[in-house]
């Protein structure tokens, strides 16, 4: 059941972009669909760093709402959406990325979410759907971090990715927003665990839907794979054997994510396996790297 109009609370749609500006451009001309009152959104893009600044791509779509371009040096998303958080007035934020698309009742959704009992200071994610089901490259990908969720969030939900997530705006400054420690991957991880370390709620709404379409080429798969590597690197460091949500990676657990693709529904399953197979490889090639970048630093 949806809140009533009075009771909705109110959100910053935050957008980190970089060097992107005809798919920000075409992803915030999308949220023209948003069914919400106008009074109780915004949105936030934060251009971090790019090489022509976005603030003209922003200003080329009309919407109704409120809509703010705020630039930073180049930083990592992490510290982008951080960023979003320090300037915001709203009650919440509502976390998604320039290449995705949110359903015309996201944030109904994700109101009614935070409006169930115990859930008002919370950190809610929703469904991610992938938009590109016939390229190989961001399949792999989607169901890689697909299978990730599932794991991790067995027993209950506590790792979200932050192109469909909302949290409270106060309880995301008390919990220390992301990490500024990792660069473009690993700040997801490290703050879901953050947040369940604290103690702070979280659910998911699967009626929350964005729509993602990363076009991606095979260089920019393995790349992308070499940097979790790294970031996951990073994480184990950072925690150093405190409390962290923890993947048992054992053979089955990789065993199950190759075979992932047979009854995924998409195309392609057994390219889509030896991609899973590479993007484990080259992963492990990202964490031995920062690993090896570490040990050299404490000389």
């Known amino acids: 059941m949806n809140p009533e109009p009075s009771q909705l609370p109110a959100f910053s749609v935050v957008v980190p972009s970089y060097n992107r500006p005809a798919r920000l451009t075409k992803m915030l001309a999308g949220l023209t669909d948003i069914e919400y009152p106008v009074d109780c959104w915004e949105v936030i893009v934060v251009d971090d760093g790019s090489q022509e600044p976005l603030a003209l791509a922003v200003q080329g779509v009309s919407l109704p709402v409120r809509v703010r371009c705020v630039r ?34 996201w944030l ?4 009614a979410a935070f409006k169930t009992n115990g859930m008002e200071r919370a950190m809610v994610g929703g469904t991610v759907r992938h938009a590109l089901p016939n390229e190989l490259c961001p399949t792999a990908s989607h169901l890689l971090v697909e299978y990730l969720k599932s794991v991790q969030n067995a027993d209950k939900p506590q790792f979200f990715t932050p192109n469909n997530l909302a949290v409270h705006r106060k309880t995301f400054l008390e919990a220390g927003g992301f990490c500024e420690a990792f660069g ?6 490290e703050f879901c665990d953050r947040w ?21 080429s ?27 949500q923890t993947v048992p990676e054992s053979l089955g657990f990789y065993l199950r994510l190759v075979l992932s693709p047979i009854r995924s529904g998409f195309p392609g399953k057994y ?3 030896v991609l899973l197979l590479v993007s484990q490889v080259v992963n492990a090639c990202g964490a031995l790297s920062e690993q090896f970048s570490d040990a050299e630093d404490e000389r």
Do not use: W
Request: net charge negative; glycine share 10%; proline share 3%.
């Open 72 to 105: 930073q040096d180049n930083s990592g998303p992490g510290v982008a959406r951080n960023t979003a958080a320090e300037v915001s007035e709203m009650e919440y934020l509502a976390f998604t990325a320039d290449d995705c698309r949110p359903a015309s009742d």
């Open 108 to 111: 109904m959704r994700l109101a």
């Open 184 to 189: 473009a991957t690993g700040e997801d991880r």
């Open 196 to 216: 369940s370390l604290h103690g702070y709620e979280t659910g998911f709404e699967s009626k929350a839907v964005v729509d993602h379409a990363h076009p991606q």
């Open 218 to 244: 095979l260089i920019g798969f393995l790349k992308q794979h070499f940097a979790y590597g790294v970031g996951s690197a990073r994480f184990r460091a950072l925690r150093d054997g405190e409390h962290q």
């Open 271 to 273: 390219r889509l396996m």
